[in-house]
């Protein structure tokens, strides 16, 4: 066993992890990394097929961002917000605001998704304290919504499995159906579909948008309750609805954000101009944490007076604006403008889709779900009846184990299996990975490695 290994074993408390697993067995331990590659310390290669939790974007040691970070390196390393401005902030402030959706005119830097969506959960509740709407006080979030470990948003969470430990502890949020047409409760199949997710939250609004501060979402996508997608419309209909009840919308494009979804910003897909858009993962490339809360003028104006008049925003991380990770970002942006990375999307989420038709054939693979390089393919034991699998089975778990054997990395959200790539992956790199997935399932789900319950 590696020493890393053993130390980790002795000292390190993973995220997410059950620790008696994770000590029980052998673990591979990253030593380096190339392009859309890792490297394991016996200096096996692995693809990065969820681009290390979704945020790499253009591969590992990419020359453009290494050489951003030596050289703001050679300048200064960190220096508080708090009294100073840097350099790479302010450029970067400037940067996103031009390619942000219009109105999005200022810029709240913290650490991560979970800070950003913070901030914006905060800074929506003291805006209406500030307008002279103080009971607007609560959020309406979306069933399964994901939007990071702090707890304010646990608070807006909906992930039983996840959040049901602290409810305890949190603020009480007004949960609305997860738009997912899979796993629709409301309906029993398409045609009878009128949209019935948005009737229950123009229910909601109508009700109670008095007390009402916000709606945060994820745009499109629901990704960590295992790439849920909306319906086309669904976006423009909250927007609509949220508009018309006086309520912010908050879009939390954390995952979504930069490039994943086929576009810049998820909310392009449907002209949506949110009062808040929260920012992290692909922002410096994958390479350092940081996070961006962004949001429109009439919010930001609502917040300026006199001391006395209390209307100050208290709150603030050590290494909020890191002038390292915004150098970082500020690479990560050129690249995409001088590589054109959105328009080489195309042909990549072209290749991807075709494959997956042929991934969708296989026995037990019940739906597959694809945004742009976004992509979720559900295991069930029993497709035509959508039974799914035992969860002790672990089928989600065993496909992805096994993919590692063929050199892919990758991982799933229960029984669904995540293929999220670098967006400089190739099509042949796509086709590849695909591949291996389809391998993989292949061999767990039909060849007797789980119980298919017949
Ligand atoms: N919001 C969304 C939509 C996310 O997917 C995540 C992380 N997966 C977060 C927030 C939290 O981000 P972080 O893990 O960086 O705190």
């Known amino acids: 066993m590696h020493e ?23 673990q591979k331990v990253i030593a380096a990394a190339s392009g859309i590659k890792l490297i394991d310390t016996e200096g096996n290669e692995f693809y990065d097929g969820v681009s290390s939790l979704w945020v790499n974007i253009h591969g590992h040691r990419k020359a453009e961002i290494d050489a951003a970070i030596i050289e703001q390196l050679g300048k200064v390393a960190h220096t508080t917000m708090l ?14 605001v031009a390619i942000a959706p219009t109105g999005l005119n200022k810029v709240f830097y913290s650490d991560d998704g979970s800070t950003a969506v913070e901030v914006a959960l905060k800074m929506a509740f003291q805006y209406w304290q500030h307008k002279g709407k103080p009971n607007k006080q609560k959020f309406i979030a979306l069933e399964h919504a994901y939007h990071g470990d702090t707890v304010g948003t646990v608070s807006v969470g909906g992930i039983d499995l996840f959040h049901r430990v602290f409810k305890p502890l949190l603020f009480t949020s007004v949960h609305i159906p997860a738009p997912s047409c899979y796993h629709c409760q409301l309906t029993l199949n398409t045609a009878a579909c009128r949209r019935q997710c948005t009737d229950r939250l123009e229910q909601v609004l109508a009700g109670h948008h008095e007390e009402i501060a916000g709606l945060i979402i994820e745009p499109l996508v629901q990704a960590a309750a295992g790439m849920l997608m909306s319906p086309p419309g669904y976006l423009a209909r909250v927007r609509e609805l949220t508009r018309r009840y006086g309520v912010l919308l908050i879009v939390d494009e954390v995952a979504t954000g930069f490039g994943r979804t086929g576009k810049m910003f998820a909310c392009e897909h449907e002209s949506v101009t949110p009062d808040m858009m929260t920012l992290s993962k692909g922002i410096t490339g994958g390479y ?24 100050t925003f208290y709150h603030g991380h050590s290494y909020t604006g890191n002038p390292l990770a915004c150098a970082a970002a500020l690479a990560n942006l050129k690249i995409f403008r001088e590589e054109k990375v ?32 976004i ?14 699998y035992p969860w002790e089975q672990a089928a989600g778990a065993s496909v992805c184990q096994q993919a590692r054997k063929y050199g892919l990395i990758i991982r799933p959200i ?6 999220m790539p670098p967006l400089a992956s190739t099509v042949e790199e796509i086709e590849e990975m695909l591949n291996i997935i389809e391998r993989s399932i292949r061999e767990i789900t039909q060849e007797g490695l789980v119980d298919n319950g017949s």
């Open 4 to 26: 890393a290994e053993l130390k980790d074993k002795q000292y390190v408390w993973h995220p997410f992890t059950q620790m008696q697993d994770w000590v029980s067995r052998p």
């Open 83 to 96: 009294g100073l401005a840097n350099i790479p902030a302010a450029e970067l402030a400037e940067q996103l």
């Open 342 to 373: 959105i328009e080489g999307l195309i042909p990549k989420i072209a290749a991807a889709e075709a494959k997956l038709e042929q991934i969708a054939k296989l026995d037990h693979v019940g739906d597959i779900r694809q945004q742009g390089l």
């Open 414 to 419: 229960g029984d669904v299996v995540i293929f």
């Open 375 to 388: 992509i979720g393919i559900e295991l069930m034991q029993d497709k035509s009846r959508k039974v799914p």
């Open 288 to 311: 350092m944490p940081l996070a961006a809360t962004m949001t429109t003028d009439e919010i930001y104006n609502a917040f300026m007076g006199d001391y006395t008049e209390k209307k």
